[in-house]
């Protein structure tokens, strides 16, 4: 067979509509003249008010539901069981090693023990939140758990050089009062009236 003697199984559809010619000649379907045919012609839209009308979604790319705190790595008692020998310390950094967990540019995410699944060596857990059940089995097994410490964020008070929450000094309640009452003494106390002096009368001359 010769490439001029191939023929095609499927023909187009519908053959593409040009002016003059066919069914659909000269505009092809288009219209023209009217108002498109006169000088300044520069209609609205109409689907410009539709788009008008549509909100705008900013920032809506390919992390648009990204969470804000990132999701753990859940990761079960039974592959611990798989792949840690008893007495082992379980990491982040050791379950990156054994090939438990991928880092994501870099970094080693968060990682979460579940009790799914059965264990029986005792492992030491470390750096890792856990759920109620997965503690109970490891220790059970005789393995330790060991919470994660939280993240302890000092904000700064806005005040130049000092850093943390300021501290606020109170006074004791006598103080107060002692205070107070001093207050109400000296607006009851009238200042001593001053004496008035006579007017000294000059002799007039004769």
Do not use: Y
């Amino acid at each position: 067979m010769q490439f001029h003697q191939l023929k095609r199984v499927h023909k187009n559809k519908k053959r593409m509509t040009v002016a003059r010619g066919g069914k659909r000649g000269k505009t092809s379907g288009r219209g023209g003249k009217g108002q498109s045919a006169r000088a300044g012609n520069k209609r609205r839209p109409e689907w410009r008010d539709i788009i008008k009308r549509l909100p705008k979604l900013r920032g809506r790319g390919v992390n648009s539901h990204k969470a804000v705190e990132e999701a753990f790595k859940a990761i079960n008692v039974s592959l611990i069981e798989t792949i840690f020998n008893a007495g082992d310390m379980v990491t982040p950094t050791t379950l990156v090693e054994k090939g438990a967990v991928a880092t994501f540019s870099g970094n080693i995410p968060p990682i979460k023990i579940l009790g799914d699944g059965e264990i029986t060596k005792a492992v030491k857990v470390s750096g890792c939140a856990f759920s109620a059940s997965a503690k109970e089995k490891i220790e059970k097994a005789g393995g330790t758990v060991t919470a994660i410490t939280p993240k302890v964020v000092v904000k700064n008070t806005g005040a130049a050089g000092i850093v943390g929450t300021p501290k606020v000094v109170v006074e004791p309640k006598k103080a107060v009062k002692k205070e107070k009452a001093k207050k109400e003494e000296g607006k009851t106390e009238k200042s001593p009236a001053k004496e008035k002096k006579a007017p000294v009368k000059k002799a007039k001359a004769e």
